[in-house]
């Protein structure tokens, strides 16, 4: 069950959420019920955008003047070309499943393989075939869970996926915009994403003056519902401090 936000969370600041690949607001179910009675939450749109760049502006024009920023894995580099874009509306950021770095060669191979599953019809099969990369290896069997992972990608179809891959698989690299981020950020990461593993974060957080590690044990990639009340513990601390 998710915690109860911190009675000192800062009142009323708006929270905008950004979705991971194949992602739907369900992704954050467990914090806009932690958090949602105090705080206005948003989740970002990434349905229509081709470019992180394209996600980026869509979400600061649909924002409020100042908010907090959380995304995970996709949702976190559109949360870091926010940062690039507009630094002075982010009050903090909270960055899960994230990396700085651009694709390798190699990860975009991948990727067009998975893009041509999906445009030949396959699109049901990526489940099968990315699962156990997803979670972790003890929540393979949770059926519900797994149900739930199903269902976002079932919302989200094959033409959205495409275009969410073609645009993470196009970022830059953000390393050099890290050291110019100043405001309070919390970079979260299971402590066995095999999509973005620990010394990705490590290295994201030591690029951010003072931001704050947490690795979540036991958990896979996909945090926020894995392990939300590790993850909702962190971001009330991020929120309160």
């Not at 002075?88 to 190699?106: F, I, K, N, T, Y």
């Not at 969410?164 to 950020?185: H, N, V, W």
Request: hydrophobic share 45%; charged share 20%; aromatic share 4%.
């Amino acid at each position: 069950m998710p915690i109860p936000a911190s009675p000192n969370v800062p009142p009323g600041l708006p929270l905008v959420f950004v979705p991971g690949l194949n992602c739907t607001a369900d992704l954050f179910a467990p914090q806009v019920a932690a958090f949602g009675h105090s705080h206005p939450i948003t989740i970002a749109d990434h349905a229509s955008d081709d470019t992180v760049s394209a996600m980026a502006r869509r979400l600061l024009a649909a924002a409020p003047p100042r908010f907090a920023l959380a995304g995970l894995a996709l949702g976190s580099y559109v949360a870091l070309e926010v940062m690039r874009l507009a630094p002075q509306r982010v009050d903090r950021l909270a960055l899960v499943g994230a990396r700085a770095s651009a694709d390798l060669p190699e990860e975009r191979e991948i990727v067009e393989t998975m893009i041509k599953m999906a445009q030949i019809g396959r699109f049901d099969d990526l489940h099968q075939a990315s699962w156990s990369r997803l979670v972790h290896m003890g929540r393979l069997g949770d059926v519900a869970l797994e149900g739930l992972v199903r269902s976002m990608a079932e919302k989200t179809g094959p033409a959205r996926y495409i275009r969410q891959q073609r645009a993470s698989t196009a970022r830059p690299g953000y390393e050099p915009l890290l050291s110019g981020i100043r405001c309070r950020t919390v970079v979260i990461c299971g402590d066995d994403d095999a999509l973005s593993p620990r010394f990705m974060s490590e290295d994201l957080a030591d690029g951010i003056r003072g931001a704050e590690l947490v690795f979540v044990p036991e958990c896979g990639h996909l945090s926020t519902i894995e392990r939300p009340e590790a993850v909702n513990a962190a971001l009330g601390s991020w929120l309160a401090a």
